[in-house]
């Protein structure tokens, strides 16, 4: 049962342009959305979060869009670099009663930018 | 101004030893949790603690894992009588612990623990 999903695990783009990550999701109860870079051999590193209640938020080059009734949020590279290249893993978690934040993770797309 | 540490960054065991991975939070951090990602995968909630709780043991598998976050000292994975099936990379995220639950906080992750099971 997989909850949070990265249809897309590659994307190749040329440098200077821009990367479009997508993730999906199921669980409506999701509020809580990040996501992280990981490079091979080391920990995922925290790029950008939204909370439900906005539809996008803005961090420099990273900007992140949430649709709600679409169940469906999207990572925008702008320009894209070199070293932008990585895995991206989307995570989404939910705040309810009892609930301990665990964050649920997709698969990952490895993006590939080009010089 | 370190961030999450863990150690070791890898770890060689045979098959019916012992595992042990080691966690140390940020500074100011109060909630530990871990997670592990197998070849190709995402990573995979394990468990959840707070100092000497544990709040979430959902994803733990319920033989042989065992996790703890004592009053002082890092935040140790136990891993007993590991098998093939168990090498995988196993990290270590912090939070602040404002939140009452956690929930709504950013996890920081560290560098990880690589576990090879021969």
């Known amino acids: 049962d997989q909850q949070v999903k990265q249809n897309s695990p590659s994307l190749s783009v040329q440098e200077g342009r821009i990367s479009i990550l997508n993730c999906d999701y199921t669980?409506?109860?999701?509020?809580?959305f990040l996501w992280y870079k990981k490079y091979p051999a080391e920990g995922p590193t925290f790029l950008i979060s939204?909370?439900?209640?906005?539809d996008k938020n803005e961090d420099g080059r990273f900007t992140v869009f949430l649709n709600k009734s679409a169940k469906h949020l999207s990572l925008h590279i702008v320009p894209s670099q070199p070293g932008d290249s990585a895995v991206y893993f989307c995570?989404?978690?939910?705040?309810?009663?009892?609930?301990?934040?665990?964050?649920?993770f997709g698969q990952g797309t490895t993006l590939q930018v080009k010089p | 101004n370190a961030g999450v540490m863990q150690n070791p960054r890898h770890l060689v065991r045979r098959r019916g030893q012992e595992a042990r991975l080691r966690c140390s939070p940020m500074?100011?951090?109060?909630?530990v949790y871990w997670y592990r990602q197998l070849p190709e995968e995402g990573l995979k909630f394990m468990v959840y603690l707070q100092k000497e709780n544990i709040i979430d043991e959902s994803g733990m598998p319920k033989e042989r894992f065992s996790a703890e976050f004592p009053k002082e000292g890092p935040s140790i994975l136990r891993i007993q009588q590991v098998v093939r099936g168990d090498s995988a990379a196993y990290f270590c995220?912090?939070?602040?612990?404002?939140?009452?639950?956690?929930?709504?906080?950013?996890?920081?992750f560290g560098p990880g623990t690589r576990l090879l099971v021969l």
């Open positions: 995220a912090s939070s602040p612990g404002w939140q009452r639950q956690g929930a709504q906080e950013t996890q920081y």
């Open positions: 939204i909370s439900s209640i906005k």
């Open positions: 995570a989404a978690s939910e705040f309810l009663p009892g609930n301990t934040g665990k964050l649920i």
């Open positions: 669980n409506s109860m999701f509020d809580y």
């Open positions: 500074k100011g951090h109060s909630h």
